[in-house]
């Protein structure tokens, strides 16, 4: 029954003579060999989240959103599996190309790119600049021109749909200050188009996170459709239609979940007769269920109220919860006749520092493992280190065996450089 519930999060996810393993590994030892918090990621479950989207879309570009899980170890997987990458710093493009992903299957979003930036990534030569708005085409059509060099971007639009997500998650309703309104692109496209250093090649659009209804996206996707007719009508020739990422995980028990078929399903039949190439931009559905936090109890303390558990991970190092109010599954690492009713927190000075409230898991005393599921994204990457705290270690489990691709920080990692 457990195992059953265990496998909707990840196939790769299971009890094994009553303690946790994943893709092989048996989480206790991993544990105890390399201490807590520990971010653990599976290759396998990596691979076959890829390997889905590249069988739904043969012939789109899978651009990895590297923002998700930026660990190196991860992105040399998506490049092994053929991805490019989705990128939103500098810093992101500089990582995925040391994780092995060509420059010219990168892609580059965000709305305040600085000149650094532009021009390091004007250098790389990337794919395509996915550009926010009219003055950062102007100064990026500035900077090419100083190197001699054509841009090429597409416009991000914003289709103004809502996509049922969290309102922090929302990136493509009018309010939000991502893209350029849909309505006012054409112009924008028209102009940008006799720029001297830009060449127009793509439509962008993301319309936000965590989706687990996909009709947001088939509207989306219509109307990025009507804007790429009038500009061939205009002759302006799009190359590549990019519509972002998206696509919702299971964090709940109960949710359901859409896969990448099912996007195809609502995404290519208002594709027919467009003549350019897909991009894809997912990040959540790849490595989301493709990670979990691994943390150790502490101390147990009851209240008049409730029973605290107290783990040493906190929200430095998983900040959903505290930050969107997410919820984690959460299990223990083994399995034991008797559950407990309790709230899993951190040791961090904050009331908010809460994993899990009022969750039933199996009994755990001092010392014994947590496991957080659906880490594998927006969680390592948003750490901190408040409270003083360094940085959970992370580590890439495959059929059995394991690689540790971060190691754990100390603190004077977290001194470096600093002086009184
Ligand atoms: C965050 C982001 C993505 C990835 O979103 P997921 O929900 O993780 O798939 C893709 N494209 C852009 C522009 C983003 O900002």
Not at 338 to 365: A, F, H, M, S, Y
């Amino acid at each position: 029954m457990r195992n059953e519930l265990l496998k909707e999060y990840s196939p790769y996810l299971e009890f094994k003579n009553g303690t946790l393993h994943f893709d092989g590994v048996n989480l206790k030892k991993l544990a105890e060999e390399l201490g807590t918090p520990l971010y653990v990621y599976s290759a396998n479950h990596i691979r076959d989240q890829i390997r889905a989207y590249k069988e739904a879309f043969p012939d789109a570009l899978i651009a990895y959103a590297v923002k998700a899980n930026f660990n190196l170890g991860v992105i040399k997987i998506a490049a092994e599996e053929g991805c490019g990458a989705d990128t939103v710093s500098g810093g992101e493009i500089y990582r995925a190309i040391k994780g092995g992903i060509p420059a010219n299957k990168i892609v580059y979003a965000g709305v305040g790119k600085t000149d650094e930036e532009l021009n390091y990534a004007l250098e790389q030569d990337i794919l395509m600049f996915n550009t926010e708005s009219e003055m950062e085409i102007e100064v990026l059509n500035e900077l090419a021109g100083k190197k001699g060099k054509k841009a090429r971007i597409a416009v991000r639009v914003n289709p103004d749909v809502d996509p049922k997500t969290h309102p922090k998650i929302a990136t493509g309703m009018k309010k939000s200050k991502f893209g350029i309104d849909i309505n006012k692109a054409f112009e924008v496209y028209k102009w940008a188009s006799q720029l001297p250093n830009i060449e127009v090649v793509g439509i962008h659009c993301h319309i936000g996170s965590q989706l687990l209804d996909l009709s947001p996206f088939g509207e989306a996707v219509e109307k990025v459709v009507n804007l790429y007719n009038k500009l061939r009508a205009e002759g302006i020739e799009i190359k590549y239609i990019d519509i972002g990422g998206g696509l919702g995980i299971k964090y709940k028990p109960e949710d359901k979940v859409p896969t990448p078929k099912d996007l195809a399903d609502i995404v290519l039949p208002k594709l027919k007769g467009v003549d350019a190439q897909l991009i894809l931009e997912p990040g959540r559905s790849i490595a989301g269920n493709g990670g979990l936090l691994l943390t150790q109890v502490q101390f147990l303390k009851q209240k008049e109220e409730k029973l605290f558990v107290m783990v040493d991970a906190g929200f430095n190092d998983l900040l959903r919860p505290a930050m969107y109010g997410s919820y984690h599954h959460i299990v223990a690492v083994e399995e034991k006749p008797k559950t407990i009713r309790c709230d899993i927190v951190g040791p961090i000075c904050e009331t908010g520092d809460i994993l899990g409230e009022d969750r039933e898991i199996c009994e755990v005393n001092r010392k014994d493992y947590l496991a957080i599921l659906s880490a594998g994204a927006y969680g390592f990457v948003m750490s901190s280190h408040y409270n003083m705290r360094p940085r959970a270690a992370e580590v890439i489990v495959e059929n059995g065996e394991y690689r540790i691709t971060r190691p754990r920080e100390d603190w004077d990692y977290i001194l470096w450089k600093e002086t009184v």
